[in-house]
């Protein structure tokens, strides 16, 4: 039987540590489907059309290093063609349906590809917050970057997810929203598994 978890959540809000910790308590597959953005972002700046790129997109393109700051630029770019979002829905939407359970992180898991999910949760935190972990993350990963220029690119990929035309950034209407400003990484994922908890015994 199926059973999909959107997460739904501004830049470096924490989703994908969330989403890997809630698929791995339920042994739910999981789809961080930011990569399939950053991975059409990283073809385009090769010098591919991003609506073609993301016609064409296939498992090896989800390698290498996608988490560089100007690929995820390029990513919020292309993530603004409706062309390039209708693309990618059907993948999406076969690996929610997948049968075990599924847990997808995004943008617009429980507002557009999967309005049915059982359960949905939106994380968030204040824009310093997300760019303080994020600079940490990069940092680790041996990018040279700036808190600054971490800080402003947050700023600048919320502002055109949330104000795009299509699937924009927002919480679903029955989303529950979590905040992780004040909360640590543990916290953050027992606040998600409870709620999965609670709508998986709803359902039962
Ligand atoms: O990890 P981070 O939150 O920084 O970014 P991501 O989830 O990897 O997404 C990179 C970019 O892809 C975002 O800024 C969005 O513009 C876009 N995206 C989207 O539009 N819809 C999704 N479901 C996932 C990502």
Do not use: N
Not at 105 to 117: F, S
Request: charged content about 25%.
């Amino acid at each position: 039987m199926s059973f999909t978890v959107a997460i739904d959540g501004p830049a470096a809000a924490g989703k994908g540590t969330v989403s890997r910790a809630v698929a791995a308590h339920f042994g739910f597959a999981h789809l961080d489907t930011g990569l399939l953005y950053r991975a059409v972002g990283a073809k385009v700046l090769e010098g591919a059309d991003a609506v073609e790129a993301a016609r064409t997109l296939v498992a090896d393109d989800l390698t290498g290093d996608l988490r560089a700051p100007g690929v995820a630029q390029a990513a919020s770019r292309v993530a603004a063609e409706p062309q390039v979002r209708a693309a990618l829905v059907d993948f999406q939407r076969a690996f929610a349906a997948r049968a075990g359970g599924a847990v997808l992180d995004g943008r617009d898991i429980g507002t557009v590809i999967c309005p049915e999910a059982q359960a949905k949760l939106f994380v968030t935190a204040s824009a310093e917050v997300r760019a303080g972990r994020r600079w940490r993350e990069l940092c680790e990963a041996g990018h040279d970057v700036t808190f600054d220029a971490v800080l402003a690119d947050v700023r600048e990929r919320d502002a055109r997810d949330s104000e795009r035309a299509t699937a924009p950034l927002r919480p679903a209407e029955d989303a529950v929203v979590i905040d992780t400003s004040e909360m640590s990484i543990d916290e953050a994922v027992a606040a998600a598994i409870a709620v999965v908890e609670e709508k998986r015994g709803e359902r039962a």
